[in-house]
């Protein structure tokens, strides 16, 4: 039986270069947002493993990302990629968050480095927001859904893709998950 390679340093930078690299993310802004780039998404996501994070104590070698401080982002993966919008109220409405995501550019059909976004023929309307697998009603709080401020794992979808999957079909024959 082989060795098993040497564990990779801390020092070594190259080995840790593409942890924090991004697949796609959009900053959500009133006048339509704009692309964050891959290299910087990670950074802004607060995702970059650091040296002087907690380690695992039967891997130290491998570095942590240390907890996040940033309180006034949601974040919501819709069509691979992360919508980030200031949204430090979470006693307003579902509704509200997206109106607020849709005016900042989820759903338009954005070019991106990492390929073209799917557009929400409906814009909120066509928007359906999960948190913890529970679908998330127009009409509540964001709040009320035990969303904590702060939170980068909502999911968005398309609201025809929910549609199908109550009926128990899957995606659409036109649709990406086939290609």
Request: aromatic residues 8%; glycine residues 12%; charged residues 30%.
């Amino acid at each position: 039986m082989s060795e098993p390679d040497a564990a990779p340093t801390v020092d070594n930078d190259g080995y840790w270069k593409d942890v924090g690299l991004g697949k796609g993310a959009w900053q959500c802004d009133d006048d339509g947002g704009f692309e964050i780039k891959p290299d910087e998404e990670g950074a802004i996501f607060e995702e970059i493993p650091t040296a002087t994070s907690e380690r695992f104590e039967i891997i130290p070698y491998v570095l942590t990302v240390p907890p996040r401080t940033d309180e006034e982002h949601v974040a919501v993966f819709f069509d691979g990629c992360r919508y980030r919008l200031a949204f430090p109220d979470l006693a307003k409405s579902v509704r509200a968050l997206k109106e607020a995501l849709v005016r900042g550019g989820l759903g338009a059909g954005a070019e991106m480095t990492t390929g073209r976004r799917a557009v929400l023929d409906n814009g909120a309307d066509d928007l359906v927001i999960f948190y913890r697998m529970v679908e998330m009603e127009d009409d509540k709080s964001v709040e009320s859904y035990g969303v904590p401020v702060g939170c980068k794992i909502l999911l968005g979808c398309d609201r025809r893709l929910v549609e199908r999957a109550r009926k128990g079909l899957g995606p659409g024959e036109d649709d990406d998950y086939w290609a």
